[in-house]
T-cell receptor
């Protein structure tokens, strides 16, 4: 079974703190994604990566950065946390061959509260 | 811009009923469509993936269909059970390889015993 793990299930941080969210997958997937999920807005893509050290902005990258130094690990960084970044953060990974993509597998999520 | 819509937003049914969840998308140029289940406060569990060249996929009591030309997918759940209560999300992939999914906002299903 594919396993995607996230470093924390719940996190409480103060405004202005630098926050690191870690995601690890164990299936050698090339593609990794960070989404946030908010009531009424659904899931929105923050960043994705299709290879080590490669990254692409999603729909809402402002206030976030990412790092992918190893294939299995994709980190989301909140440079200076703000209250509007309080949300559920979901990491996902997937495998692709040529232009054919397969299922995205999601981690359990990190519920981040910024006070 | 691709938009994904799921109607209804919520659905309540008695146990044992067969039901259909609907998903529509505005641009038929998709690579695949995936159905997920999400329990409250949890991550997403993949249920079925339909590639753009396929018409349907089945897994146990679940059957998903895809009609690209009309921009529609349905998820059929047979003989519903209280354990099926969850939010069901559909998502479409509009680009190759590493591109992300575009999600609908989900249908919250409640199955009463």
């Amino acid at each position: 079974d594919v396993k995607v793990t996230q470093s924390s299930r719940y996190l409480v941080k103060r405004t202005g703190e630098k926050v690191f969210l870690e995601c690890v997958q164990d299936m050698d997937h090339e593609n990794m994604f960070w989404y946030r999920q908010d009531p009424g807005l659904g899931l929105r893509l923050i960043y994705f990566s299709y290879d080590v050290k490669m990254k692409e902005k999603g729909d809402i990258p402002e206030g976030y950065s990412v790092s992918r130094e190893k294939k299995e690990r994709f980190s989301l960084i909140l440079e200076s946390a703000s209250t509007n970044q309080t949300s559920m953060y979901l990491c996902a990974s997937s495998f692709s061959v040529g232009d054919r993509s397969y299922e995205q597998y999601f981690g359990p999520g990190t519920r981040l509260t910024v006070t | 811009k691709q938009e994904v819509t799921q109607i209804p937003a919520a659905l309540s049914v008695p146990e044992g009923e067969n039901l259909v969840l609907n998903c529509s998308f505005t641009d038929s140029a998709i690579y695949n469509l995936q159905w997920f289940r999400q329990d409250p406060g949890k991550g997403l569990t993949s249920l079925l993936l339909i590639q753009s060249s396929q018409r349907e996929q089945t897994s146990g009591r679940l059957n998903a269909s895809l009609d690209k030309s009309s921009g529609r997918s349905t998820l059929y759940i047979a003989a519903s059970q209280p354990g099926d209560s969850a939010t069901y999300l559909c998502a479409v992939k509009i680009g190759q390889a590493g591109t992300a999914l575009i999600f609908g906002k989900g249908t919250t299903l409640s199955v009463s015993s």
